[in-house]
Structure formats: structure tokens, C-alpha cells
């Protein structure tokens, strides 16, 4: 049996929907699918979760964004009328988007979430209508029938263990299952959502629950290039990359798959295939566990902007008993996560997401910095960058550091932070964000031309 999923692009309007059936169709053993909310369909349009958020904060300001609210419906009116599916569809997705903002409305604990999930929901219900229509037997799961349960964490749901037994029973279902992506329940039954992107998340767990063959990632690309494709025109494709590799480079910036969806599919060996819904012949990007035969040691260049260095000096820190320790014990009592943290001798960096230290908060922690650490210097850089280069084989070959610093020197571009870190697989750069794409194109010329 193969986890089918398929990200906002593939399910953006009625056209997309009816390459969907086609896919989900054409092979008996695609049972069990997994959407997305509708995406953009070009370039310059909104996706549907965005709507739903802009219209939640429109009822938390007590000012109900009625222009918004119109063009949801719209979206699913459109994919109900062009598919001729019944009325009493639109009906559904309409009364469930209702019944979601009365929830905000009346201030409830998770609502935003609830409405936040209305995407995903409704276009489960049409796609599982369109396939009935079609003549093939097919149901609508939520997740909470389906058993995704999950644990409520300030960056989005984590799932609970449990839940992988609870899907394993969907196995005795015989016609094509649709479960909405994105979001799980409580098991005090309060819808939670995962992290932005998170039907990838969601179609993992499905796949490693009911064991499946293969999970099936359909996007809007013929695979994972080797970079980010908004930097160089038609990148190499990569047929194959192993989990570790995917994770560090979706964690780093290749937004294509989302770096949390890995684990559970790893954990459970699940082969995971990135595949294009609109070419779905092309072979896509195999993950496995195994080591694929290459000839070249680094295979993917990630990167991602609005990082933020934390730069602290003290003479003797190296000394000092629990000097890193203190540091970041302010951070996590001023509620800040960090994402890096080299250390030299007399001194560290924290890299942090830009968005973790608004200007309030940096005055409190630089403050307890000086105060409590005494500190010599405490420097805050904005506008950073990380590029990060990965690759299994990166660990045994002699001359990767030295190829990618010729790379940011013939590209004028001053390395402002470099971190092997503990991971055998990747090696990370800071830089300033000006420079972000001139780098990554002439590390691109190094390792792949
Ligand atoms: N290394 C990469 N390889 C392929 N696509 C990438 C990469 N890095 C970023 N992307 C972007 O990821 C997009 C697909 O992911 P996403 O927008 O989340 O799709 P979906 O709509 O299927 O959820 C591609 O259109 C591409 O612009
Ligand atoms: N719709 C949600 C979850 C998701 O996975 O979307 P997409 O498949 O478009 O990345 C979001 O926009 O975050």
C-alpha cells in the first residue's frame, strides 16, 4: 500500500484536482491520501491557509474581514461548480468554515487553529466526493477517526506515540481513504495544528502508521534539485538522498519537504518519493536509508534568510563553569529558541531566527546578559544568512572547507560564521544576507559544474 500526499499546488483549483484523481487512480495500491489546503495557482495569488489566518485575526479584532471570507468560499465554490459535484459539498466545507470562526469568535482555546484547518478540511471533502462521482468508492477521514493524536507545543503539534497503532487499523479499509493534512487532535480532542507546511507531517505519520510501501510526495517540481531553484536556472536533479541528508537540508532551507516530516517515516523505514503532480512520470527523488553510488560528496547547497547572530566575548570564558550553560538558560527563560551555537574561547554565538528576538525582548536579554554573565562585549548582528552544504560522504573527503571558502571568496562574499557542528553530514556558513545568493550560486559552480 503507498501513502499518497499532495501539497497546496496540486490541489490549488478543479484542474489540479482532476490530475489528482488521475494519479491516485492509476495504481490500485494508492489508497490512502493526504491533502493540503488549495495553494497558489500562480504566481501573486494567496494560499488558502493564509487567508484563513488574515481572516481569524480580522474576528480577533472584532472586525470580520467579509472581502476574505468571500474569497475562500470562492475557492471552493469554483472546485465544486467545475467538477460538478453537489451542492450540499460547498455546504459542508461552509458550515465547518462557520462553525470555526464562531469558535473565534467566542474566543476559544485553539480556534485559530480550528479555522486554520478549514483548507485542508474542505478539500478533503471535495476530492473525496470528486472520486465517488468518479465511481470509485472513497471516504472523507479526519484525523481525530483516523487516530492522529498529537501533543500541543508552542511551534505546532507533535504526534504522540500512540497514534501509529491507531492508524495501523485503516489497513482493513478497502476504498481510497482522504485525510486532510496539517492537523492532528489532543487526546482531550482539541484540534491542533502542526508548523506551516505541515501535510507533509501529517502524510509521514499516515505512511509510518499503516506501514506502507512508499510514501508519496506529490509537488510542483520534477524532484529535489540540488539548490534551491530561485537561485540557479534548472539545477541538477537528484535521484536519490538519504534521510539524514534530506533532513539537514529541509531544515536548512529546502522548502520542497518539510525537514520534521522525515522521522516518522524514517523510524519506521519508510521509503519516501518526491514526485511532480503536474509531469507525474518523471521518476522524482528516492529518500532512503541506504547510501546511494555517487561520484560527488556534497549534494546539496540549502540556505534560508532572517537569522540573527548573538555574539558574546569574556575573557576566560573557556575558564568559566557553566558559562554556555547560563546563557542559554536566559534564553529559555525569556522563551527564545535558538538554532546554532558555536563557541570559540573567549566566545560564543547563539544563531537565532530573527523573528525569536523582537526589539523588546533583545533589550531584556542583552541586558540580563551583561548583568548576570558580565560580559565584555554583547553584539547583536541582523540580516544574516546560513548556507549550509550537505552530503554523506562530506565526513571522509579531505578539501570540502577549503573548496567552499575559494567559492565565497571568488564570489566577494565574507564568511561571517562557520560551523561544522556535530552532524557528519553537513557544514554551515554564516553570512551576511546581501551576499546570500552570490554565494550559493558560486558554491553551486564549485561542487556541481
Ligand atoms: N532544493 C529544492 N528542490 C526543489 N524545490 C525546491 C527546493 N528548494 C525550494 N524549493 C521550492 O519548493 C517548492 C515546492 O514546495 P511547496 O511550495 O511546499 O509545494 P506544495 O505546494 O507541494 O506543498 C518548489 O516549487 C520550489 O520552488
Ligand atoms: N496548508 C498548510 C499546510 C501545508 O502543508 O501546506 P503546503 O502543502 O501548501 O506546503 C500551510 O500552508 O502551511
Same mark, same amino acid.
Given at each position: 500500500?503507498?501513502?499518497?500526499?499532495?501539497?497546496?499546488?496540486?490541489?490549488?483549483?478543479?484542474?489540479?484536482?482532476?490530475?489528482?484523481?488521475?494519479?491516485?487512480?492509476?495504481?490500485?495500491?494508492?489508497?490512502?491520501?493526504?491533502?493540503?489546503?488549495?495553494?497558489?495557482?500562480?504566481?501573486?495569488?494567496?494560499?488558502?491557509?493564509?487567508?484563513?489566518?488574515?481572516?481569524?485575526?480580522?474576528?480577533?479584532?472584532?472586525?470580520?474581514?467579509?472581502?476574505?471570507?468571500?474569497?475562500?468560499?470562492?475557492?471552493?465554490?469554483?472546485?465544486?461548480?467545475?467538477?460538478?459535484?453537489?451542492?450540499?459539498?460547498?455546504?459542508?466545507?461552509?458550515?465547518?468554515?462557520?462553525?470555526?470562526?464562531?469558535?473565534?469568535?467566542?474566543?476559544?482555546?485553539?480556534?485559530?487553529?480550528?479555522?486554520?484547518?478549514? =483548507?485542508? %478540511?474542505? /478539500?478533503?471533502? @471535495?476530492?473525496? $466526493?470528486? +472520486?465517488?462521482? *468518479?465511481? #470509485?468508492?472513497?471516504?472523507?477521514?479526519?484525523?481525530?477517526?483516523?487516530?492522529?493524536?498529537?501533543?500541543?507545543?508552542?511551534?505546532?503539534?507533535?504526534?504522540?506515540?500512540?497514534?501509529?497503532?491507531?492508524?495501523?487499523?485503516?489497513?482493513?479499509?478497502?476504498?481510497?481513504?482522504?485525510?486532510?493534512?496539517?492537523?492532528?487532535?489532543?487526546?482531550?480532542?482539541?484540534?491542533?495544528?502542526?508548523?506551516?507546511? =505541515?501535510? %507533509?507531517? /501529517?502524510?509521514? @505519520?499516515?505512511? $509510518?502508521? +499503516?506501514?506502507? *510501501?512508499? #510514501?508519496?510526495?506529490?509537488?510542483?517540481?520534477?524532484?529535489?534539485?540540488?539548490?534551491?531553484?530561485?537561485?540557479?536556472?534548472?539545477?541538477?536533479?537528484?535521484?536519490?538522498?538519504?534521510?539524514?541528508?534530506?533532513?539537514?537540508?529541509?531544515?536548512?532551507?529546502?522548502?520542497?519537504?518539510?525537514?520534521?516530516?522525515?522521522?516518522?517515516?524514517?523510524?519506521?523505514?519508510?521509503?519516501?518519493?518526491?514526485?511532480?503532480?503536474?509531469?507525474?512520470?518523471?521518476?522524482?527523488?528516492?529518500?532512503?536509508?541506504?547510501?546511494?553510488?555517487?561520484?560527488?560528496?556534497?549534494?546539496?547547497?540549502?540556505?534560508?534568510?532572517?537569522?540573527?547572530?548573538?555574539?558574546?566575548?569574556?575573557?576566560?570564558?573557556?575558564?568559566?563553569?557553566?558559562?554556555?550553560?547560563?546563557?542559554?538558560?536566559?534564553?529559555?527563560?525569556?522563551?527564545?529558541?535558538?538554532?546554532?551555537?558555536?563557541?570559540?574561547?573567549?566566545?560564543?554565538?547563539?544563531?537565532?531566527?530573527?523573528?525569536?528576538?523582537?526589539?523588546?525582548?533583545?533589550?531584556?536579554?542583552?541586558?540580563?546578559?551583561?548583568?548576570?554573565?558580565?560580559?565584555?562585549?554583547?553584539?547583536?548582528?541582523?540580516?544574516?544568512?546560513?548556507?549550509?552544504?550537505?552530503?554523506?560522504?562530506?565526513?571522509?573527503?579531505?578539501?570540502?572547507?577549503?573548496?567552499?571558502?575559494?567559492?565565497?571568496?571568488?564570489?566577494?562574499?565574507?564568511?561571517?560564521?562557520?560551523?561544522?557542528?556535530?552532524?557528519?553530514?553537513?557544514?554551515?556558513?554564516?553570512?551576511?544576507?546581501?551576499?546570500?545568493?552570490?554565494?550559493?550560486?558560486?558554491?553551486?559552480?564549485?561542487?556541481?559544474?
Amino acid at each position: 500500500m503507498k501513502v499518497v500526499k499532495f501539497g497546496g499546488s496540486s490541489v490549488a483549483d478543479a484542474g489540479q484536482l482532476q490530475k489528482v484523481k488521475n494519479i491516485v487512480t492509476s495504481e490500485d495500491n494508492r489508497r490512502v491520501v493526504v491533502v493540503s489546503a488549495p495553494g497558489k495557482r500562480y504566481s501573486g495569488d494567496q494560499k488558502v491557509t493564509d487567508l484563513l489566518i488574515k481572516l481569524g485575526e480580522s474576528i480577533q479584532h472584532d472586525q470580520v474581514d467579509h472581502e476574505v471570507y468571500k474569497m475562500i468560499v470562492d475557492r471552493f465554490q469554483s472546485m465544486v461548480d467545475e467538477l460538478n459535484l453537489p451542492l450540499n459539498v460547498l455546504e459542508e466545507v461552509r458550515k465547518r468554515l462557520e462553525y470555526s470562526m464562531e469558535q473565534v469568535q467566542k474566543k476559544e482555546a485553539k480556534a485559530i487553529d480550528s479555522l486554520k484547518s478549514c =483548507g485542508e %478540511d474542505g /478539500t478533503a471533502l @471535495i476530492l473525496s $466526493a470528486y +472520486l465517488r462521482q *468518479e465511481g #470509485y468508492d472513497s471516504s472523507y477521514v479526519n484525523p481525530k477517526e483516523a487516530g492522529i493524536l498529537v501533543r500541543d507545543e508552542p511551534g505546532g503539534a507533535l504526534v504522540l506515540e500512540e497514534s501509529f497503532d491507531q492508524l495501523y487499523r485503516l489497513r482493513e479499509r478497502r476504498e481510497i481513504l482522504v485525510i486532510p493534512g496539517f492537523f492532528g487532535y489532543t487526546p482531550e480532542g482539541t484540534l491542533v495544528t502542526f508548523s506551516r507546511g =505541515g501535510s %507533509d507531517i /501529517t502524510g509521514s @505519520i499516515v505512511a $509510518a502508521g +499503516l506501514q506502507a *510501501e512508499l #510514501y508519496e510526495n506529490f509537488t510542483d517540481v520534477d524532484s529535489v534539485y540540488c539548490v534551491n531553484p530561485m537561485y540557479v536556472d534548472r539545477p541538477k536533479e537528484l535521484t536519490s538522498l538519504t534521510y539524514r541528508e534530506m533532513r539537514e537540508l529541509s531544515y536548512a532551507g529546502f522548502s520542497v519537504f518539510h525537514d520534521e516530516a522525515l522521522i516518522p517515516a524514517f523510524k519506521a523505514k519508510i521509503p519516501v518519493c518526491i514526485k511532480n503532480t503536474n509531469n507525474p512520470s518523471a521518476p522524482g527523488t528516492m529518500i532512503t536509508a541506504d547510501l546511494p553510488d555517487r561520484d560527488s560528496h556534497v549534494v546539496g547547497i540549502a540556505s534560508d534568510k532572517g537569522f540573527l547572530n548573538l555574539y558574546v566575548s569574556k575573557y576566560l570564558m573557556n575558564r568559566e563553569l557553566g558559562f554556555g550553560r547560563k546563557l542559554l538558560q536566559i534564553l529559555e527563560d525569556e522563551g527564545v529558541s535558538f538554532e546554532h551555537a558555536p563557541s570559540g574561547i573567549d566566545d560564543m554565538s547563539v544563531v537565532l531566527r530573527d523573528h525569536q528576538l523582537p526589539p523588546e525582548k533583545e533589550e531584556v536579554v542583552v541586558g540580563r546578559i551583561k548583568e548576570e554573565l558580565k560580559v565584555d562585549t554583547v553584539i547583536i548582528e541582523r540580516d544574516m544568512a546560513m548556507i549550509m552544504i550537505v552530503g554523506e560522504g562530506m565526513n571522509q573527503t579531505i578539501g570540502i572547507a577549503s573548496q567552499a571558502a575559494c567559492a565565497f571568496r571568488e564570489a566577494d562574499v565574507n564568511i561571517e560564521m562557520i560551523n561544522q557542528g556535530s552532524s557528519e553530514v553537513s557544514m554551515m556558513f554564516g553570512v551576511k544576507t546581501e551576499g546570500l545568493a552570490d554565494a550559493v550560486q558560486s558554491l553551486y559552480r564549485t561542487f556541481f559544474e
